[in-house]
């Protein structure tokens, strides 16, 4: 389907091969069949250097399919004229193009590519870290310092090797700390306790103001297990991000759709008294009125609001 709800016919790739439509195929590669799309791809990729040119004016495309299309492309024919924007690609604001990219960049095998993609080993992004990590390898990159090292290992998810780095692996599990995937916050923080020692106490105390509960859990016992002073851990633990229910969102809510501000404290059985609420509103006003219903309810409505409120109130952290 296209854009227009208008069924698109199934490229034949065989047949735009045979007659080298390099136009044809780059159509083929945005069809919505991922068979197809890959045999587009190989096929740009048997017609050489004549498709390159144009291929690489639509890597600058909006929709991020085409981006990734031209790409695969790319990474198939592999002309050198394709690293450049490749590179410039790595800045790319989706993930998945600056991933796709780095593996692209990883296949062509231009030297010209590798102080991009090992700036690519910073990315916050673990699929990109992890896209750079490999096209390096492929390129027999060698690391020339003890981070550069890590930084592979670190892309590659070699968890042990970045453990037998010892210390001079902290400033890249520095980096892991922070890392926007909670389950490479609680890996590094395993680490640093393996690491051990006054040099890993630092990075192990400010885990232990995590935004996520579990990394700050992990921080708790692997602190204790390297040697930090029990004492010293509730300090930590208090600079964390302070996530309570609002009360006067919670009374809203119990006010205007009694049960839902009960529902937003996480109670199970707000949906009931919403349900209650709506049989009993019908039946006032069916059978006694506005003026009635109103007279009855709103006492209730706001009761059940100051309710929520004193509960949000009384809630801990979490």
Known sequence: MNWFGQTLQKPDIALLTEHKDSAGLIRALT?????????????????????VGEVIRKLGARDRA???????ALAEIRDPRAVDPL???????????RWGSAIALGEI??????????????????????GASFALAKMDWKPDTSQDKALLFFG???????????????????????????????RAVELLGEIAGSEAAPSLIRSLSDENSDVRWKAVLVSVKAGVPLLY???????????????????????????????YLGKWWGILIFQFDVTVTLWLLRFGGETLSFTILMPLYLLIAIH????????PDM
Request: charged residues 25%; without cysteine; positive net charge.
């Open 87 to 97: 590179l410039a690609s790595l800045d790319d604001r989706d993930a998945e193009v």
């Open 66 to 72: 085409v981006r990734l299309a031209m790409i695969e």
């Open 233 to 263: 851990l509730p300090r930590g633990i208090s600079k964390r991000p302070r996530i309570r229910k609002n009360p006067k969102i919670a009374a809203l809510l119990n006010f205007l759709l009694p049960g839902q501000g009960y529902n």
């Open 109 to 130: 095998g231009d030297p010209r590519a590798v102080t991009g993609l090992a700036q690519a080993l910073r990315d916050p992004d673990k699929y990109v870290r992890y």
């Open 31 to 51: 069809f919505d069949d991922f068979r197809v799309q890959t045999a587009a791809a190989k096929a740009i990729g048997s017609l050489g250097p004549d498709a």
């Open 308 to 315: 929520a409120a004193y509960i949000a109130i009384k809630m």
């Open 156 to 186: 590659m998810q070699e968890w042990g090797a970045l453990s037998g780095m010892g210390a001079s692996a902290l400033s890249v599990l520095e980096i892991a700390r922070r890392d926007r995937d909670p389950g490479i916050r609680i």
